[in-house]
């Protein structure tokens, strides 16, 4: 959704690299592009005013004239007010004292209510709790049947006493929902209110009503992400006639420029909580408003990734595949087990496009085919646990056997076995140059270069390292020894020997991911 703003901005900060002092030209240049941008997203107006009204005070302040680099200074600053503007730092649910712990959801029919719903049970029975989902929307067709799907594909228990499609008091539902809840002790209520084609009376009246019995702990207002400025037209007849004391935004995969959403919070005073970016279950997340903002600057969510890939890989697998990585005794089952455990993480091309500068290739994230792993996978458990455990054996016959096992032409195994060699190879090659378990396994060369006796000879240099980082035993590789391209970043990231503000590695949990 922010692909078209994040290239706005992108575009508009590069121009300031390379230059060892910014004029006053400069910065009003800067600041006068990203106003165009950010009104051409769809932001609202008093928005954009005090976003570049905070940008222009501070980059024509010492903060920048005295820095040693000013243009990722001024980088610096933008991002720090992109993150003030979507809510500063992250907002957690308020936990009752004395549960059931009651959630409403409110918003316009059409926002995704109820699938919201689904996934916040879902995603609050992964926290541990034990969510019960109140079916109070008794106007439109359906929409009991459907939080009861929802619900069912959750793994979330639904109270639905009244069939709905127009029977039923909604307030009279959510009064006994609660009850219900303390009865069978769920510790969390989530009622799923009523929405309109439109804010009216009828509506908000029925709202204020459930919000009277139910005395909720948080209001959600769900809101469409790609309805544009009537989003914040919405949000505020909401705030001014229900209230509420959070904000979700949904579908923002969709492909609108999605700058209205970014107004919510700054109009309405009310932090953006939670965010879904799909259709699935899964597509759901708490709102991190300094990840939003490295994102839409092109600098990547490397925190999100990194959490991404602890609740999918299994550390002691993860492990044992990176010794096997420097001794080059990785197979095709290990490489199967690590393609599937990213898979967990979600689709290949959101994955990548976490990673910083993953703007710049976005066409070519679009196009990337998932079916293709599908058939790396049909592929590999098409063939004997020997052969997955020792791909040299498999000759021509056996290659044939697996093409028409897996449903596929003999060229396609011949290229996933010469890519797993030479990606096997590579990959030992990298582990002893950076240090990695069982790098140092390789033979020592004479003078010359002629292959000598196995264990004499001095071995490959030692990786220099930075010392001094908690978390990191030894101390990091020197990043300057990676290949080129790979030290160059966006914009104000000032490369991989450059640390983002507040980072702290030692709080990255790497070992195990119970911890």
């Known amino acids: 959704m922010f692909d078209t703003l994040s290239d706005r901005l992108t575009s508009v900060l590069s121009t300031l690299r390379g230059k060892g002092r910014l004029s006053e030209a400069d910065i009003d240049a800067t600041a006068r592009e990203i106003r165009i941008a950010l009104l051409e997203a769809d ?26 680099n000013p243009a990722q200074q001024v980088v610096k600053i933008v991002n720090e007010e992109l993150v003030t503007i979507l809510g500063g730092e992250t907002r957690r649910l308020n936990l009752a004292k004395n549960p059931p712990t009651v959630i409403m959801l409110a918003g316009l029919q059409g926002a995704g209510k109820t699938t919201l719903a689904g996934k916040l049970g879902k995603w609050l029975g992964a926290q541990g709790h034990t969510p019960l989902l109140v079916a109070c929307d008794l106007q439109r067709p359906n929409a009991v049947t459907q939080l009861q799907v929802v619900g069912e594909r959750a793994g979330v228990t639904v109270f639905a006493p009244e069939p709905g499609n127009g029977v039923g008091d909604p307030v009279d539902v959510a009064r006994r929902g609660i009850e219900e809840a303390g009865r069978a002790q769920y510790d969390v209520v989530v009622v799923d209110t009523a929405g309109r084609l439109g804010v009216d009376t009828e509506m908000m009246r029925q709202a204020i009503d459930i919000r009277a019995a139910v005395n909720p702990d948080e209001v959600l207002f769900v809101v469409d992400a790609m309805v544009g400025q009537d989003a914040v037209n919405t949000a505020t007849a909401f705030s001014e006639g229900v209230g509420f004391t959070g904000v979700v935004l949904t579908k923002l995969d969709g492909d609108a420029r999605g700058g209205a959403a970014l107004s919510v919070r700054e109009v309405t005073g009310q932090p953006i909580m939670f965010a879904s970016n799909g259709e699935k279950l899964e597509d759901f997340d708490v709102f991190h408003p300094d990840r939003m903002a490295s994102r839409i600057l092109g600098m990547g969510d490397m925190l999100t990734l990194i959490e991404a890939a602890e609740q999918a890989f299994d550390a002691d697998q993860a492990e044992a595949a990176a010794a096997k990585i420097g001794t080059g ?181 790497f070992g195990n991911k119970n911890k």
């Open 329 to 509: 005794e990785l197979t095709l089952e290990d490489f199967l087990g690590q393609m599937l455990a990213v898979r967990k993480m979600g689709p290949i091309a959101n994955i990548l496009g976490m990673l910083p500068g993953a703007g710049q290739f976005k066409d070519q994230l679009a196009d990337f085919d998932e079916k293709h792993l599908d058939r790396l996978q049909a592929i590999i458990r098409g063939m004997t646990p020997a052969e997955r455990a020792d791909p040299k054996i498999i000759n021509a016959s056996r290659r044939l056997r697996i093409a028409r096992g897996s449903g596929v032409e003999v060229r396609e195994i011949n290229d996933l076995v010469n890519r797993f060699f030479d990606a096997r190879k590579m990959m030992q090659q990298m582990a002893g140059r950076f240090g990695m378990p069982g790098g140092g396994a390789r033979r020592a060369t004479k003078k010359g270069g002629k292959k000598g006796k196995k264990g004499k000879g001095r071995g490959p240099t030692p990786p220099k390292t930075r010392a001094g980082l908690p978390g990191f035993p030894g101390g990091l590789p020197d990043l300057s020894q990676l290949p080129p391209g790979l030290n160059e970043l966006p914009p104000g990231m000032g490369g991989l020997n450059e640390l983002p503000p507040g980072f702290d590695p030692s709080k990255l949990n």
């Open 43 to 68: 932001v609202a107006l008093p928005v954009v005013r005090t976003f570049i009204a905070g940008i222009k005070e501070r980059a024509k302040g010492a903060e920048v004239s005295q820095a040693l």
